[in-house]
């Protein structure tokens, strides 16, 4: 059983449309999140939700809106793609706990986004 | 600000030597943790091995062992007895007091290749 699981995993799409990757975890995690990897390999944090509540947005373009309809699900739109949202998009969870915790952050399998 | 910093874009080692990873990072919090993931060619992420910053003793997780350098502000995995499935990304990262949310620092990564 896939303990973070997004689709799609591959997308291509057209500039212009709208899109959405879609992200469930089943650890019981009260943490989600979505980062981005460019094609560098750098990864960066885009947004955080703690039990459905929006709690870090990265200065990410209004155009992705992240929706969390419970705490097991975080769901990224994206309107009007543009070439430079090519990227691998990477939901994740967590526990909520103190940084000395250790509370390790589990990432799905990544979903590769082309726009053309 | 935090920063994380992986000096080594690629590296070569043969099977079943030890090979060292290096990571050095940069904070102003007190209190932080440090992880390292490993990302093969297939994509996804994997957590590796976690060290708090009060730990006392350097985290080992089968042959992974992080080598916590407080004083240096170093964090350098190694792999010890390295295997032809260990050819991958890895990234260092860290999560500062100040990151509670649960928000990731990622280094640039390192390449490594394992040769048989």
């Known amino acids: 059983d896939t303990a973070v699981s997004q689709t799609p995993k591959y997308l291509v799409t057209q500039m212009g449309n709208d899109k959405s990757i879609k992200c469930e975890q089943n650890l019981g995690h009260d943490t989600m999140y979505w980062y981005k990897q460019d094609s560098k390999k750098f990864l960066k944090i885009m947004f955080s939700y703690n039990n459905k509540e929006l709690i870090i947005n990265e200065t990410v373009p209004n155009r992705f809106s992240p929706k969390s309809p419970d705490k097991a699900h975080l769901n990224l739109h994206i309107n009007s793609l543009e070439l430079g949202d090519s990227a691998v998009y990477f939901c994740a969870s967590s526990v909520a706990g103190t940084v000395l915790d250790g509370n390790t952050i589990y990432f799905g399998e990544g979903s590769w986004l082309t726009v053309v | 600000a935090q920063k994380i910093t992986q000096t080594q874009p690629g590296m070569f080692v043969q099977e079943k030597e030890a090979v060292t990873l290096d990571c050095t990072y940069d904070?102003?919090?007190?209190?932080?943790?440090l992880f390292w993931y490993k990302q093969p060619s297939s994509g996804e992420m994997i957590f590796l091995i976690y060290?708090?910053?009060?730990?006392?003793q350097n985290a080992t997780e089968g042959r992974y062992s992080l080598n916590f350098q407080k004083a240096r502000k170093s964090a350098n995995l190694v792999i010890s007895a390295s295997q032809l499935g260990d050819s991958a990304m890895y990234f260092c990262?860290?999560?500062?007091?100040?990151?509670?949310?649960?928000?990731?620092?990622f280094g640039q990564g390192t390449t490594l290749q394992v040769k048989p």
């Open positions: 990262a860290m999560r500062g007091r100040s990151s509670n949310t649960g928000k990731l620092i």
């Open positions: 060290q708090g910053s009060y730990d006392q």
């Open positions: 904070t102003s919090d007190p209190s932080y943790g």
